[in-house]
């Protein structure tokens, strides 16, 4: 395998974690656990595939995707911010209402338990050589790609970024000169489930179907990266694409059979862990990160 289509396949893997990443350190930024990115990733792939399917259009799937990532993101801004519920919980809650309901809905919509029926996603076609080969026919992969320094933009040069980091660190202070620390959670924790659900939307356009829990354990890989990333988005985007470059790896060793294939599954799971043991007393969160008041 050449270093061009290498690197071309390490990028389409890392797409769903650069946008789950960069949603997970805009809410987390203002202090909210994101421990949810693994739900809104499965919601918004079944939303896609559910209006893609019957829109007939991959772009309603897209924008399907997005609305199911706000929904489940403002519910968790509810629980949280509202009635002041612990973070964590609330977020393992999420995953698995997520988790149910895709699941309830998938039999609902199609009559399967496992997956959907083949749905309009965008072309696969190879055009191009080299690095770009079979990456120009999908406007998510730029998208994805965009989202980090997007959100870095946002983070570290707009009002929005600088109200976003001043709730995140100290709440109180930044209520005493008059910003809403409820409103900027709101917006933050609703923009991360639009991002990593477009994560999700990503997964189901490219295979062109949602499959039963198809997010499998990306999400926390992006929580991982963010962590690993110490919450700044650009950092994050890079653990992100080290973390795919993992997972290409071990694509690429389960063909040679070289080692057995059980500890090549491993590799991405390993690396994840390993990294985050490296950050152990390294990592800064933002100091108000999970608390309501």
């Not at 997520?98 to 997956?115: D, K, M």
């Not at 998510?140 to 320094?149: H, K, M, Q, R, T």
């Not at 409103?183 to 609703?190: L, N």
């Amino acid at each position: 395998m050449s270093i061009f289509a290498f690197a071309a396949q390490t990028i389409r893997i890392a797409v769903p974690y650069l946008f789950a990443a960069a949603g997970g350190t805009l809410a987390e930024r203002s202090g909210i656990i994101s421990l949810t990115l693994e739900g809104f990733m499965l919601t918004g792939a079944f939303c896609a595939a559910l209006g893609s399917y019957y829109g007939g259009n991959s772009w309603v799937g897209v924008a399907c995707g997005m609305g199911g990532g706000l929904v489940f993101g403002l519910l968790h801004g509810v629980v949280t911010i509202r009635y002041r519920a612990d973070q964590v919980v609330s977020g393992v809650a999420i995953n698995l209402l997520a988790i149910g309901v895709t699941r309830f809905f998938l039999h609902l919509a199609f009559g399967s338990s496992s997956n959907s029926p083949r749905v309009p996603g965008f072309s696969t076609v190879v055009r191009g050589e080299g690095m770009l080969a079979g990456m120009l026919p999908d406007p998510l992969i730029a998208l994805g790609l965009f989202a980090v320094p997007a959100v870095a933009w946002a983070i570290y040069r707009t009002p929005f970024g600088l109200r976003v980091r001043a709730v995140g660190e100290f709440p109180q202070a930044a209520e005493s000169v008059g910003v809403h620390v409820a409103r900027v959670r709101y917006v933050a924790v609703a923009l991360s489930g639009v991002l990593a659900a477009l994560g999700g939307t990503y997964l189901a356009l490219d295979q062109h179907q949602f499959t039963d829990n198809m997010s499998a354990g990306r999400g926390y890989i992006a929580l991982a990266a963010m962590i690993f990333g110490n919450w700044d988005p650009v950092r994050g985007g890079l653990a992100c694409l080290l973390f795919a470059a993992a997972e290409t790896l071990q694509i690429q060793l389960q063909g040679t059979q070289a080692i057995p294939s059980q500890f090549v599954q491993m590799i991405p799971y390993v690396l994840t862990i390993v990294a985050l043991a490296g950050m152990v007393g390294k990592s800064t969160p933002p100091a108000a990160l999970g608390k309501s008041d």
